[in-house]
């Protein structure tokens, strides 16, 4: 057996295990009883949950992970790499793990135990639960696109008698505005399939705290496998819009970066004749 046939046999095993995985869940159900649970009472509150908070999170997690990234990515300040290994963290620590210390954190017991009470077991609590995961993502995210800005172009800026904060606006963040933006689509899917701090923090309450992965657990723990196969469709719905997102936002950056170093080469002289 060749080199390329040892190297294919992985590579078919993975793909016929995901093509498998997505033609079970897509053939679980007839058309007509999909269609049925897709457009059920159940479903289309999971749905416009899932949405709006999603949504939300995103918004909190791009204002507080911005500042926080710029400053992360430019500035240099005691402490520093220590902050940065802390602001990792929420990355590898499991989702059950955040939740329970958002619920210690927000609880009867915490230091904001009536702030807390009120978004506990709430939509809102789903909010602060997928905020605090994205906004990790966002953040880390967010200063690898503010480090791979040509810091040249801001202490040109500078020389010219712009302030920092219209550096910040008018040069910096335009120029680090699609990875930011690869980012923020990251962060939403995270936030969108996030299930185990959203069930610490705002349990699993139907039609109240239902998000599309809450439905899809409390549907199959208590047998309605319609509904969960077809909230699992929405989020894998979800998932392949993102990820032709991230897609066309990757090609877009490969295909600008290739005209950067063409127009250098040809500049110096060694670019296609």
């Given at each position: 057996?060749?080199?390329?046939?040892?190297?294919?046999?992985?590579?078919?095993?993975?793909?016929?295990?995901?093509?498998?995985?997505?033609?079970?869940?897509?053939?679980?159900?007839?058309?007509?009883?999909?269609?049925?649970?897709?457009?059920?009472?159940?479903?289309?509150?999971?749905?416009?949950?899932?949405?709006?908070?999603?949504?939300?999170?995103?918004?909190?997690?791009?204002?507080?992970?911005?500042?926080?990234?710029?400053?992360?990515?430019?500035?240099?300040?005691?402490?520093?790499?220590?902050?940065?290994?802390?602001?990792?963290?929420?990355?590898?620590?499991?989702?059950?793990?955040?939740?329970?210390?958002?619920?210690?954190?927000?609880?009867?017991?915490?230091?904001?135990?009536?702030?807390?009470?009120?978004?506990?077991?709430?939509?809102?609590?789903?909010?602060?639960?997928?905020?605090?995961?994205?906004?990790?993502?966002v953040v880390r995210t967010a200063t690898a696109a503010f480090r791979s800005v040509d810091r040249s172009c801001a202490i040109a800026a500078q020389s010219l008698g712009a302030s920092p904060w219209t550096v910040f606006w008018r040069v910096e963040l335009p120029l680090a505005?699609?990875?930011?933006?690869?980012?923020?689509?990251?962060?939403?899917?995270?936030?969108?399939?996030?299930?185990?701090?959203?069930?610490?923090?705002?349990?699993?309450?139907?039609?109240?705290?239902?998000?599309?992965?809450?439905?899809?657990?409390?549907?199959?723990?208590?047998?309605?496998?319609?509904?969960?196969?077809?909230?699992?469709?929405?989020?894998?719905?979800?998932?392949l819009l993102m990820l032709v997102a991230m897609r066309l936002l990757g090609a877009r950056r490969d295909g600008r970066l290739r005209n950067e170093q063409l127009s250098r080469g040809s500049a110096a002289g060694c670019g296609p004749a």
């Amino acid at each position: 057996m060749g080199f390329a046939a040892l190297l294919a046999l992985p590579l078919a095993v993975v793909a016929l295990t995901i093509a498998g995985v997505l033609v079970a869940l897509l053939a679980r159900l007839p058309p007509g009883d999909l269609r049925a649970a897709l457009t059920s009472v159940e479903t289309l509150f999971a749905l416009r949950l899932s949405a709006l908070t999603s949504v939300a999170a995103l918004g909190i997690a791009l204002v507080l992970g911005m500042p926080a990234a710029y400053l992360m990515a430019r500035r240099r300040f005691p402490g520093k790499l220590l902050l940065d290994t802390l602001l990792d963290v929420p990355l590898v620590m499991p989702p059950l793990v955040a939740g329970l210390g958002l619920l210690f954190l927000l609880g009867r017991n915490g230091p904001f135990p009536e702030l807390g009470m009120e978004l506990l077991f709430s939509p809102a609590g789903v909010v602060v639960a997928l905020a605090f995961v994205s906004t990790a993502v966002v953040v880390r995210t967010a200063t690898a696109a503010f480090r791979s800005v040509d810091r040249s172009c801001a202490i040109a800026a500078q020389s010219l008698g712009a302030s920092p904060w219209t550096v910040f606006w008018r040069v910096e963040l335009p120029l680090a505005a699609r990875g930011i933006a690869a980012g923020a689509v990251l962060a939403w899917a995270r936030a969108l399939g996030e299930f185990g701090a959203t069930l610490m923090v705002a349990g699993a309450t139907r039609m109240k705290t239902e998000t599309l992965p809450m439905a899809v657990f409390l549907n199959i723990a208590t047998g309605e496998t319609g509904i969960a196969v077809a909230c699992a469709i929405l989020l894998l719905a979800a998932a392949l819009l993102m990820l032709v997102a991230m897609r066309l936002l990757g090609a877009r950056r490969d295909g600008r970066l290739r005209n950067e170093q063409l127009s250098r080469g040809s500049a110096a002289g060694c670019g296609p004749a």
